[in-house]
């Protein structure tokens, strides 16, 4: 069974920084393209980043450009994000999601963490 | 990155087919056959029911389909039933690992 678990949100105050992580099993994790994709409170869908296969390859949102990374280390089966200069704007459950064909097919998703920027 | 527009909200009695569209650029929808369909339920984790325009995972009933055409991809549920009522949002590739959103659809069933 596939699963997706993240950690690490939490408070934080504006111009502060936090790491997600995400722990993933049931799949060859090496394999496959990941992301992570935020949601603010009662907003939409947000994409946010992503990471090819091997982690040679990653991708940012012009929102988050410059101020998050992404990464990988696949012989712990686990995904980060380092998000710094946090800003009000950043609060949000933030999902880690897999891509099943490097397509945008997003086939599993975590339960997601959240994030609250706030003073 | 501009998102895809979706209508904020669509609605259809039970056993009604109510259609939802995704309008993109050249650059996503209509650049690739990779558009996506998500449900998303209050308090839940949003769930695939379209991928690559047409096709539906194992386990997503029938009654939901998805088509494009140009630079607008549709999503059709039909036969509505109370448990459809949720958010639908759109996605489509926009290469190089990247996806685009639509700022998603409330639909409710009568």
């Known amino acids: 069974e596939v699963q997706l678990v993240e950690s690490g949100g939490g408070l934080v105050q504006p111009g502060g920084s936090l790491r997600l992580s995400c722990s993933a099993s049931g799949f060859t994790f090496s394999s496959y393209a990941m992301h992570w994709v935020r949601q603010a409170p009662g907003k939409g869908l947000e994409y946010v980043s992503a990471?090819?296969?091997?982690?040679?390859?990653?991708y940012y949102a012009d929102s988050v450009k410059g101020r998050f990374t992404i990464s990988r280390d696949n012989s712990k089966n686990t995904l980060s994000l380092q998000m710094s200069s946090l800003r009000a704007e950043d609060t949000a459950v933030y999902y880690c999601?897999?891509?099943?064909?490097?397509?945008?097919?997003?086939?599993?998703w975590g339960q997601g963490t959240l994030v609250t920027v706030s003073s | 990155q501009s998102a895809l527009t979706q209508p904020p909200s669509a609605s259809g009695s039970p056993g009604q087919s109510v259609t939802i569209s995704c309008t993109g650029t050249?650059?996503?929808?209509?650049?690739?056959?990779?558009v996506s369909w998500y449900q998303q339920h209050p308090g839940k984790v949003p769930k695939v029911m379209i991928y690559?325009?047409?096709k539906r995972p194992s386990g997503v009933p029938d009654r939901f389909s998805g088509s494009k055409s140009g630079n607008t991809a549709s999503l059709t549920v039909s036969g509505l039933q109370a448990e459809d009522e949720a958010d639908y949002y759109c996605s489509s590739y926009a290469g190089s690992n990247t996806v685009v959103f639509g700022g998603g659809t409330k639909l409710t069933v009568l």
């Open positions: 999601v897999k891509d099943q064909a490097v397509t945008g097919y997003f086939d599993y």
């Open positions: 990471i090819s296969s091997n982690g040679g390859s990653t």
């Open positions: 690559e325009v047409n």
């Open positions: 050249s650059s996503d929808v209509g650049g690739y056959n990779y």
